[in-house]
C-alpha cells in the first residue's frame, strides 16, 4: 500500500507539471535567425564598411554562429549602453560586443567563456603633451558610458578630484569625435581600436596604457537559459579549437591572437 501510494504521488507530480517550453536555442533554430547585438562604432572589431554594411571580427563571429545553427543572422546595431537591454527585453538572442562579465551585469544577463580579451588604451590630441597616463591628470578625459573603461576611471578621477573634467559620451565615435576637434585632451577606448582611429584623425594620437587589468569580454545571452548558455560556450571552444579565432584576430587586428584562459581560472 505504501509502495502504491508513493507512486500514485509521484504520478500526480508528474501530471502537475507544466508544459515543457522550448529554450532558446530551440527559439533561434525554430525561427531561422540568429539576431546579434553589436556595437559597430568599436573598429576593427565592429564597425560599418566602405558600402555602409555591418564588418569586423564581432560581425563575423556572428556568421559563425548562425552557420553553426543553419540559421539565418540579423545584425542589430548597438550602443554600450543598450548591450545588455537588448538581451533583457529579447530584442537580441546575442550580444558580441566588448561585454566584461562583472559580477554586478551578471545579476541581469548570462555570460559565455571569453572569447575576445582587450586592454584599454587612451588616444590623445597630438598637442596635450600626454605620454603617460599620470599627464591625465588635470586634463579632459572622456569615454563612453557604461562601459568598463569609465567605470574604472572615475575611480581615479575621484581620487585625483578631477571628476568634473570627466566626459561621458553615448558612443566612442563621439569620444573620437570630441578629441579630434579638441573638445577632450584624451579618449579611453580599447587598444585594438586605437590604431584605425589614429589614421583616421590626423589631429590624434596613440596614448597611454590604462593601469587597470585586462578585459576578458564574453558573449553575451539570457540569464536563465542554460542550454543556449552551454551552446555559446561550445562555440567559443570549437572558434578557438578550429583556428577561426585566430584568423579572423590576423584579419581585423593582426598578430597573435590573445591567450583567453585566465591564469589560474579553470574553465
Not at 546595431?77 to 566588448?98: M, Y
Not at 594620437?205 to 593601469?211: E, K
Request: contains cysteine.
Amino acid at each position: 500500500m505504501i509502495k502504491t501510494l508513493a507512486l500514485g504521488g509521484c504520478l500526480a507530480a508528474f501530471v502537475a507539471q507544466p508544459a515543457a517550453y522550448a529554450d532558446k536555442l530551440d527559439d533561434v533554430i525554430d525561427e531561422g535567425v540568429l539576431r546579434c547585438g553589436v556595437v559597430l562604432d568599436f573598429p576593427p572589431i565592429g564597425y560599418r564598411d566602405a558600402n555602409n554594411e555591418p564588418a569586423g571580427f564581432d560581425v563575423e563571429y556572428c556568421k559563425d554562429l548562425a552557420a553553426a545553427l543553419e540559421v539565418e543572422h540579423e545584425i542589430l546595431p548597438v550602443t554600450w549602453a543598450e548591450r545588455l537591454p537588448v538581451i533583457v527585453t529579447n530584442s537580441a538572442d546575442v550580444v558580441f560586443g566588448g561585454t566584461s562579465d562583472s559580477l554586478a551585469r551578471a545579476k541581469t544577463v548570462g555570460f559565455s567563456i571569453p572569447y575576445a580579451i582587450y586592454y584599454a588604451q587612451a588616444v590623445v590630441g597630438k598637442d596635450t603633451g600626454i605620454k603617460t597616463f599620470e599627464d591625465m591628470k588635470g586634463k579632459r578625459v572622456a569615454a563612453a558610458v557604461g562601459t568598463v573603461p569609465e567605470q574604472e576611471f572615475l575611480k581615479i578621477a575621484k581620487e585625483w578630484g578631477t571628476e568634473d573634467l570627466y566626459q561621458g559620451y553615448q558612443s566612442e565615435n563621439e569620444v573620437f569625435l570630441a578629441v579630434a576637434q579638441g573638445k577632450a585632451d584624451v579618449g579611453i577606448t580599447t587598444n585594438t581600436a586605437v590604431k584605425p582611429i589614429v589614421e583616421k584623425y590626423d589631429t590624434i594620437t596613440a596614448g597611454p596604457r590604462m593601469p587597470w587589468t585586462t578585459d576578458y569580454t564574453s558573449v553575451v545571452g539570457p540569464r536563465k537559459d542554460v542550454t543556449w548558455l552551454n551552446y555559446l560556450n561550445l562555440f567559443v571552444t570549437h572558434q578557438v579549437r578550429s583556428g577561426r579565432y585566430q584568423e579572423l584576430w590576423n584579419t581585423y587586428v593582426g598578430g597573435e591572437a590573445p591567450e583567453l584562459r585566465i591564469p589560474g581560472v579553470l574553465y
